[in-house]
Nanobody
């Protein structure tokens, strides 16, 4: 059983920053799974934003590269997403997901105003 709780979303002006956090409650070994952040804007498919492997290697979507940093703390079972220089097109519901487990959190809304 895995429970994922995302937090940190909100309304921010373009150019602003937000830090999203995802806390995992599980009896599984969190440190063994890659973790990803995904987002879904209204009327669009869910897309990958960033991911991090168990050994800390990161990858980013081209649309956010240079503006977003993913990090993890295996001692706390958390994964964060620092987002800077936000743009209106970043508006979406953001979800975290263990890449090898079939669970999703409830998501957190990010809204970027012009």
């Amino acid at each position: 059983q895995v429970q994922l709780v995302e937090s940190g979303g909100g309304l921010v002006q373009a150019g602003g920053s937000l830090k999203l956090s995802c806390a995992a409650s599980t009896t599984r070994t969190f440190s063994l799974t890659g973790m990803g952040w995904f987002r879904q804007a209204p009327g669009k498919q869910r897309e990958s934003v960033a991911s991090i492997t168990p050994d800390g290697k990161t990858s980013y979507a081209d649309s956010v590269k240079g503006r977003v940093t993913i990090s993890r703390d295996d001692a706390k079972n958390t994964v964060d997403l620092q987002m800077n220089n936000l743009k209106p097109e970043d508006t979406a519901v953001y979800y975290c997901k263990p890449l090898t487990w079939g669970y999703w959190g409830q998501g957190t809304q990010v809204t970027v105003s012009v």
